[in-house]
């Protein structure tokens, strides 16, 4: 959030200095006037860094009173608590206040610098021919907008640069977002799909929660051995049931060697891989006897393999896991990393060999798979109607466990994703309208620069829809600019970030580039019309006059 913030703040001093550079070109013959009357450098440098504080404080000020605002709106439709500290006011205030200095640094030097004497001039029926004349030369008309857009971004670098800033950011916003999104979506579906169609999970807590409220999960009641054997006992639409515990960080030790502490413990029954889309990929499996027995056999992760026995083959061989000296069975198949976190960095072992020394507490789950001949909705009600009746729950209650199915997980998870998606480009939507504004503002200033400039041409024949084209053409080409550099900028940070950590892998489709453009575009010409606007309406006379 405080990089959101930082960006937010970053925008905003850029639009600060670019308002204060535009207010020093307004100013020009005002601050000759005061030098000639004896102001010193230092006067004109304060009174613009004054002028550029309080603008900055203003808007920090209608930031605090939106922040509470939110505050109060959140405490009273969402379980979330929001409170608001008097030090975080200051703060924020502080903040605006250190934004105005820094970024009116600039533009208060460069009215300091200015040289008083420096000039203040700111600068019958037509046929069918004649309908592909004027066809013509309407188009050359647009590309001559063009081409003179084009020459006043030139001619104005740094001005057009701080103008595009704000696009820039919105658009390499909704690039890298799209991006990162979607390789994460794709990421989940791969891993789900592992999962049957007719597999379902049985848990205390929630697989994905956004609703911070953990303390109702924790007062639930674990689920117990009682529990797996209540549900093959009472169920007769499902077919398979496999208890299953996990710990975390675990090592694994050979006579020779030892992994890192980040091997995951599994403990479960023979079923669990028919369940859980997990397949053995060398040796076996454990079996049923070796469940109830217990056994103390293993199946390991081929991280582990790697780690331990580089050289060969571990099939006969011992390891050290969780207390216990095991024989190694099995290997599975290779699954990959999701989010860095590798998943063949796991020993599996039967579920009644791991709690002889480690406490089931809450780590247990249950999981499910439906017979075939039924459908999952069916299996799944008698195993709410088994668990209701074990935790002694009212017709009013309720359920105080989670039943998972893959289809509720991805639904989930593409609501958190979603979330998180929406506010990134409500901020890249605020970076789009603050570059909006400064297109906006450069135009205003360009329609003044060149108010002699349109009187010219009115007088030469020029109608208001040609200047008022030619304007928007302008801005779009300002703002299309920006979109171009912002969509260049997202997606080189997507591949940098893509080769550097390697743990979430990006997609950028050509729908998110179009879609940035786009909307680049569009902030042009919204923006753009009221300028395009102003000059198209300017007199002619009253032009030619303007000094």
Same mark, same amino acid.
């Given at each position: 959030?405080?990089?959101v913030?930082t ?12 308002i204060?550079?535009?207010?020093v070109?307004e ?6 006037v005061?030098?000639? #009357?004896g102001?010193r450098?230092?006067y004109i440098m304060l009174?613009f860094?004054?002028?550029?504080v #309080?603008?900055?404080?203003?808007? %920090?000020?209608?930031g605090v009173g939106?922040?509470?605002g939110v ?5 009273a439709?969402?379980? #979330? ?5 008097w ?6 205030l502080g903040?605006a206040?250190a ?15 200015k040289?008083?004497s420096?000039?203040c ?11 592909r004349?004027l066809?013509?030369?309407r188009?050359r008309a647009s590309f ?5 857009g ?7 670098k740094?001005r057009?640069?701080l ?6 950011i919105?658009v390499?916003?909704?690039? $890298?977002?799209?991006?990162i ?17 007719n597999?379902?999970?049985l848990?205390?807590y ?9 303390r ?11 529990d ?27 006579k020779?060697?030892?992994t890192?502490?980040?091997v995951?413990?599994v403990?479960?029954?023979s079923? =669990? ?8 990929e ?23 393999v790697?780690?331990l026995f580089? =050289?060969?083959?571990p099939?006969?061989?011992?390891v050290? $896991? ?6 190694v069975?099995?290997?599975l198949?290779?699954? /990959?990393?999701i ?19 480690h ?5 247990l ?20 109607? #088994?668990?209701r009746v ?5 017709i ?5 466990f989670?039943l ?5 997980? @991805? ?5 958190? @994703? /979603? ?19 400064g ?6 200033v360009?329609?003044k620069?060149?108010t ?6 009115k ?6 829809k040609?200047?008022?084209r ?5 801005a779009?080409?300002?703002?299309f600019?920006?979109?171009?550099? %912002? ?6 940070a997507?591949q ?12 950028? @489709?050509?729908?998110a580039v ?13 923006? /753009?019309?009221?300028p ?7 007199d ?5 006059? =303007?000094?």
């Amino acid at each position: 959030m405080f990089g959101v913030a930082t960006i937010s703040l970053l925008v905003g001093g850029v639009g600060i200095m670019n308002i204060m550079l535009v207010s020093v070109t307004e100013r020009t013959r005002e601050i000759g006037v005061r030098k000639a #009357v004896g102001a010193r450098r230092s006067y004109i440098m304060l009174q613009f860094l004054i002028e550029a504080v #309080v603008l900055s404080c203003v808007g %920090g000020a209608i930031g605090v009173g939106l922040g509470f605002g939110v505050a109060l709106l959140i405490n009273a439709v969402s379980p #979330v608590p929001a409170a608001v500290r008097w030090w975080s006011v200051w703060l924020g205030l502080g903040f605006a206040a250190a934004v105005g200095i820094i970024f009116g640094l600039f533009p208060a030097r460069r009215a300091a610098k200015k040289i008083p004497s420096s000039p203040c001039v700111m600068s019958n029926k037509p046929t069918k021919e004649d309908r592909r004349r004027l066809r013509r030369v309407r188009m050359r008309a647009s590309f001559e907008s063009l081409k003179m857009g084009l020459d006043s971004i030139r001619a104005n670098k740094l001005r057009s640069i701080l103008t595009c800033l704000g696009i820039i950011i919105g658009v390499a916003t909704v690039i $890298a977002m799209m991006g990162i999104v979607r390789g994460i979506d794709g990421i989940m579906t791969s891993e789900l799909n592992r999962i049957g169609a007719n597999s379902f999970f049985l848990k205390k807590y929630p697989s994905i929660n956004v609703s911070f409220d953990w303390r109702k999960f924790r007062k639930r009641k674990d689920m117990t051995m009682a529990d797996v054997r209540a549900l093959r006992a009472q169920c007769p639409s499902v077919e398979l049931v496999s208890p299953t515990v996990v710990y975390w960080n675990e090592i694994v030790r050979s006579k020779h060697d030892k992994t890192d502490p980040n091997v995951m413990l599994v403990g479960a029954e023979s079923v =669990y891989p028919r369940i859980g889309g997990i397949y053995v990929e060398e040796g076996r499996n454990f079996t049923s006897l070796e469940d109830t027995s217990p056994r103390r056999v293993a199946v390991l992760g081929w991280d582990v393999v790697e780690k331990l026995f580089p =050289y060969g083959s571990p099939i006969g061989e011992y390891v050290r $896991a969780g207390g216990f000296r095991l024989r190694v069975i099995g290997i599975l198949e290779r699954r /990959g990393a999701i989010f860095g976190q590798s998943q063949d960095a796991i020993i599996v072992m039967p579920i009644q060999t791991v709690i002889k020394r480690h406490p089931l507490e809450d780590n247990l789950e249950i999981s499910i798979k439906a017979r075939p001949d039924v459908p999952i909705a069916q299996a799944m009600d008698e195993v709410r109607s #088994v668990m209701r009746v074990r935790h002694k729950l009212k017709i009013t209650d309720e359920d105080d466990f989670e039943l998972e199915t893959r289809e509720s997980i @991805t639904k989930a998870w593409s609501n958190m @994703t /979603g979330s998180v998606f929406a506010a990134a480009i409500g901020i890249a939507m605020i970076s789009l309208l603050v570059g909006g504004v400064g297109i906006m503002n450069i135009m205003l200033v360009s329609v003044k620069e060149r108010t002699r400039e349109i009187g010219v041409r009115k007088a030469l024949g020029a109608r208001p829809k040609d200047i008022k084209r030619q304007f928007l053409i302008e801005a779009m080409a300002v703002s299309f600019l920006g979109g171009l550099i %912002g969509t260049g900028l997202g997606v080189g940070a997507l591949q940098l970030f893509d080769k550097l950590s390697g743990v979430l892998p990006v997609e950028v @489709t050509p729908f998110a580039v179009g879609l940035a453009l786009s909307f680049s575009i569009l902030v042009g010409i919204f923006f /753009g019309v009221y300028p395009a606007g102003k000059a198209a309406k300017l007199d002619p006379i009253e032009a030619l006059r =303007y000094e």
